[in-house]
C-alpha cells in the first residue's frame, strides 16, 4: 500500500481557453490532514470538482488507493471512500438533524434499505444516526429542526452526514467560512477528531486554522502548485508571501 493515498499526474482544466488548472501533482500521504490554500482564482475548487468527478480533466490522471480514477462515474469514486462534504444546502432543511443524518445512512446502505419497510429496521437507523451525532457533539440538537440550527452547528452537522457515509478520505471546502472564533474551534476541534482514522485534504481561507490543525499544506496560484511544505516552510516562503500580497490572509495568520 502506497503511503500516497491520492496522487495527481499533470491535472489540468481548461475552460474555453482559460486554464483554471494546470499540470498539478498533488500527492496526499495516507493519515494527514491536507490542506489546498491560494489566493482567490487559485483554482482550489475547480481541483475539488476534478478530484469528486464533478468536472471532467482537460488533461492528467487522479489515482486513489493506487487505482486510476480519472474517468470514473462520480458515484463510483464516491463508493471507494472518496467523498466531499458539501455545504449545508445538501442536507434538508425541515427535516431533524436525527432524520437528516438517518438519510446519510440510509444512502450508504442502498436501496436494499427502505426507511418505510418497518419500525424496527427504523431504530437500527436511528442509533447509528445518534451514535454519529454524539461523536461530532449534536446529540442534544436530535430533534431540532436543521434550518433553525446555529450555523457553525449546521457544518458540523454536514460532518456527520458524511460520515455516514464512511469515508476513508474526505475533502472539505471552506469548513470553517463564516464562523466567528467560538465556532471555528469547535470544528477544528472536530475535523482534528474526525481525522484520527482518516485522510482529510480541505481548502481553507484561514490561515491561523490552518497554521493548526494541517500536516502537510500545497499553495496554488494561478491553477498551479506555487510551494508545498509545513505551515512552517509554506508561510516563510518568499514566493508564497508575494503571492498573497495584496491580500492580509499570510500578515494575519502571523499575529
Known amino acids: ?8 499526474t499533470g491535472l489540468t482544466k ?9 499540470g498539478v501533482d498533488l500527492k496526499v500521504q495516507r493519515g494527514h490532514i491536507h490542506a489546498l490554500i491560494g489566493p482567490n482564482g487559485a483554482g482550489k475548487t475547480t481541483v475539488f470538482n476534478l478530484l469528486t468527478k464533478f468536472l471532467p480533466p482537460t488533461a492528467g490522471t487522479i489515482r486513489f488507493e493506487g487505482e486510476d480514477i480519472t474517468r470514473e462515474a462520480p458515484a463510483v ?10 455545504q449545508i ?8 438533524v436525527l432524520e437528516n443524518v438517518r438519510i446519510g445512512l440510509q444512502r450508504k446502505l442502498g436501496t436494499g434499505f427502505h426507511f418505510w419497510r418497518s ?9 447509528r444516526a445518534m451514535a454519529l451525532l454524539e461523536s461530532v457533539d449534536l446529540g442534544k440538537f436530535a ?10 452547528r449546521k457544518r458540523a452537522l454536514e460532518i456527520a452526514t458524511t460520515l455516514a457515509l464512511e469515508p476513508t478520505m474526505m475533502l472539505l471546502d ?28 480541505m481548502v481553507e481561507h484561514n490561515l491561523s486554522v490552518v497554521a493548526n490543525l494541517c500536516d502537510r499544506i500545497t499553495v496554488l496560484t494561478r491553477g ?24 492580509d490572509d499570510m500578515a494575519d495568520a502571523h499575529h
Open 77 to 86: 469514486t464516491a463508493r471507494r471512500g472518496l467523498i466531499r462534504s458539501f
Open 119 to 127: 419500525e424496527k429496521s427504523l431504530n437500527v437507523l436511528n442509533d
Open 89 to 96: 444546502s445538501a442536507t434538508f432543511p425541515k427535516l431533524t
Open 224 to 247: 498551479s502548485i506555487l510551494a508545498e511544505g509545513s505551515y512552517e516552510e509554506v508561510s516563510k516562503n518568499p514566493k508564497v508571501l508575494e503571492a498573497y500580497v495584496g491580500s
Open 143 to 152: 430533534d431540532t429542526i436543521t434550518g433553525e440550527m446555529p450555523y457553525g
Open 174 to 201: 471552506e469548513p470553517t467560512q463564516g464562523m466567528g472564533h467560538e465556532d471555528i474551534e469547535r470544528v477544528v476541534a472536530l475535523i482534528r477528531k474526525v481525522a484520527e482514522n482518516r485522510t482529510i485534504l
Open 14 to 22: 481548461e475552460f474555453k481557453g482559460f486554464v483554471a488548472v494546470s
Open 1 to 8: 500500500m502506497s503511503e500516497f493515498i491520492l496522487e495527481t
